[in-house]
């Protein structure tokens, strides 16, 4: 009797430890946040199509009535396919039109590849009590080289056209119906307008508060750690100013679509645009709509 109440409490515990180890599973319901990316991969043979769209200012000089509150006009257009080739690992490309602001960046035509791998995965006891995701991209402008000596676009080799992301994401599901994460992230441009910088750090934010069963709020927000030499320099020769991108948009999941409604201030899509380029404020009506839609198709077979 004694040994089998301990094969049974052996049992118990063999058991215990296995359910405890629950991996956390959507802490976003969505490869992007808004601008920013979240944790989540793909699963094994997925194939991810993403669309996204940032319209025209809805207030401000170019927003208002005329302009149908920005819906008249796009800033940025983006369509790309990803793949999971395991369950945490997936290869990315698309091509984005592109955001030039005439001051600091003059590139369109963008065309990238990129990496996302889940290091740790948040288990439901906090054995691990985060989740971490690497993020990579590499960019490459595809426009006709800009006959101005002192913009990003006047290239003379082929190496002056790439620019990079890393990133490090870092998120907590901290219950059933609320996430955030952090994501330090570093862009590298190759060339850059003058007094521009070619290495920036910068440190963004995300979040998911889910309200209803197929509806949440996601929200995220950079900021770029710009020296202050070259803010001075942009803000007294060109009267131009950076801001920090931030976003705000409703998440909606109808099946095997997750559609994202938002309002933001960057005008651009791509990482490598929007965290050292966004010149649009909050404060004078210059956000605009715009939206990501996101279709999984399984590839495989066996599932």
């Avoid at 590139?107 to 989740?131: C, G, M, V, W």
């Avoid at 907590?172 to 996430?179: A, D, M, T």
């Avoid at 995300?206 to 927000?221: C, E, N, P, Q, T």
Wanted: one cysteine or more.
């Amino acid at each position: 009797m004694a040994q089998q109440t301990d094969s049974v409490k052996t049992l118990d515990t063999l058991n215990t430890n296995l359910s405890s180890d629950i991996p956390v599973i959507a802490t976003f319901k969505s490869g992007l946040i808004i601008n920013g990316q979240s944790n989540e991969t793909l699963h094994k043979s997925d194939l991810l199509v993403d669309i996204a769209h940032r319209f025209g200012d809805i207030g401000g000089a170019n927003g208002g009535v005329h302009n149908f509150y920005g819906l008249d006009n796009s800033t940025d257009i983006l369509i790309s396919l990803k793949y999971g080739i395991t369950d945490r690992f997936m290869i990315g490309a698309g091509r984005a039109k592109g955001a030039p602001n005439g001051v600091n960046t003059f590139q369109k035509e963008l065309y990238y590849f990129s990496l996302k791998y889940r290091l740790l995965q948040q288990t439901e006891n906090d054995h691990i009590p985060i989740a971490v995701t690497l993020y990579g991209n590499s960019v490459i402008c595809g426009m006709e080289p800009l006959d101005l000596a002192t913009s990003d676009a006047n290239f003379q080799k082929f190496g002056e056209r790439m620019s990079y992301t890393l990133q490090a994401i870092v998120a907590r599901k901290f219950s059933r119906n609320f996430s955030l994460s952090l994501m330090p992230t570093y862009v590298r441009r190759n060339y850059v307008s003058y007094q521009d910088m070619n290495d920036l750090f910068a440190l963004g934010a995300g979040a998911r508060l889910k309200f209803s069963k197929r509806m949440a709020i996601v929200a995220d927000y950079f900021h770029a750690f710009r020296t202050q030499e070259s803010k001075d320099y942009y803000e007294t020769a060109q009267d131009f100013k950076f801001y920090d991108a931030l976003g705000v948009g409703l998440e909606i999941e109808t099946g095997g679509h997750v559609f994202n409604l938002s309002f933001t201030n960057s005008t651009a899509i791509l990482d490598t645009q929007y965290v050292p380029s966004t010149s649009s404020a909050w404060s004078k009506g210059q956000f605009r709509w715009g939206f990501n839609i996101s279709r999984t198709f399984t590839l495989s077979k066996n599932k």
